[in-house]
């Protein structure tokens, strides 16, 4: 053990790597601006279209032989992203005083994804998911991600 490290239980490292995937995609305009001199010109309001990418993973397929319906996962990444389109960011209380970068919002919509698994709008046996990784595109050479488990109360 690493100080300073969290100790990582092999089990769900190995849920977190290996299995089967399914992934849908979808896109959002948005509007917003940064705070801190790191951004540059993005502290100008300036707008982004993003490709969204959700991918579902898990080690074993589901007793359908899926690891999530393709049309609910298209609908809750769509559900997910609805709060967002067309909208400036920085003028939604949700995200007061925070700096919407695209690594921020690959980890909302990833806590927005694994909500919609609870509620059960993701099919009866997608509790079983290991892990849901949600990735913005800003353009063909850039983007970002989060990838975390699926842990439903």
């Known amino acids: 053990m690493v100080e300073g490290l969290p100790v990582v239980d092999s089990r769900e490292h190995v849920a977190m790597t290996s299995g089967y995937t399914v992934s849908v995609t979808d896109r959002v305009m948005i509007a917003h ?6 951004f540059g010109p993005a502290q100008r309001m300036h707008g982004a ?12 397929l589901d007793p359908d032989g899926l690891v999530v319906d393709i049309g609910l996962a298209h609908e809750a990444l769509s559900a997910a992203l609805e709060p967002l389109r067309y909208r400036n960011l920085d003028e939604l209380e ?4 925070v700096n919407t970068t695209t690594e921020f919002l690959a980890g909302w919509l990833h806590g927005r994804l694994v909500e919609a698994v609870g509620a059960g709008e993701l099919g009866p046996h997608a509790g079983g998911l290991a892990f849901i990784e949600v990735k913005l595109h ?5 983007w970002a991600a ?8």
Not at 50 to 60: I, L, Q
């Open 138 to 142: 800003e353009s063909d050479v850039a």
């Open 94 to 97: 949700c995200f007061a005083g």
């Open 146 to 153: 989060y990838r975390g488990p699926v842990v439903v109360g």
């Open 33 to 38: 601006s940064f705070r801190g001199e790191v």
């Open 49 to 60: 279209t993003y490709v969204v990418a959700a991918t579902f993973g898990r080690t074993g």
